[in-house]
């Protein structure tokens, strides 16, 4: 409410993130962008008042916000080792976290097909993943493609690129080479 009198001017105040004293910052409107001296991770405290031609009213009731968001895309997948029964990736953080700290990890697998239809086999805080190719619906031979995101207090990353890996272990090691007398020179 404006008490009966034109708005004149904001006060919007906010602190340092650490509960220490307000800094007021005086506008015509009280839709603005706080920019300078603002650190990511840090809760801050804000509040506002309004002036009309009568003086400024009381301040609000203090309001927390936090300067962070999701975080950045994590790397794609990196395959470890596979077996006929299971299959291990390791997960890598994002570069930037957002400002908080990730909570868990969550890992979408598809077949290789023209129409991907990704669904989630995994979400968890650690970075190596076992996939039970039973638990995980995945089939010896069949390629999968696998993707993941990070996630944190302000929600899921955007996917990471694709690893494309399938359920099997590595060729056995072949027999020693030798000389076929009669079809050798």
């Known amino acids: 409410m404006n008490g009966g009198s034109p708005i004149l001017n904001y006060d919007i105040q906010y602190d340092d993130g650490l ?14 962008s706080i920019t300078r001296e603002i650190i990511r991770g840090r809760q801050y405290r804000l509040r506002y008042r309004a002036l ?3 003086g400024w009213g009381e301040l609000s009731e203090i309001g927390y916000i936090k300067a962070a968001t999701t975080s950045s895309i994590p790397p794609a997948p990196v ?4 077996t006929n029964a299971q299959i291990t990736l390791l997960l890598l953080p994002p570069l930037d976290n957002g400002g908080v700290d ?15 239809s990704f669904r989630q086999v995994y979400q968890g805080s650690s970075l190596s993943v076992i996939l039970d190719g039973t638990t995980a619906g995945l089939v010896v031979g069949e390629i999968y493609r696998f993707r993941v995101q990070a996630v944190n207090e302000f929600g899921d990353s ?21 000389k076929i007398e009669d079809k050798s020179s």
């Open 19 to 32: 509960r220490g004293t307000y800094k007021s910052v005086i506008t015509l409107s009280p839709i603005i």
């Open 52 to 54: 009309n031609f009568n």
């Open 79 to 82: 395959f470890v080792t596979s």
């Open 102 to 116: 990730i909570s868990s990890y969550k890992l979408w697998v598809d077949t290789l097909q023209p129409i991907p």
């Open 158 to 178: 955007d996917f990471s690129e694709i690893l494309k890996a399938s359920l099997g272990s590595v060729p056995n090691k072949p027999h020693t080479p030798y």
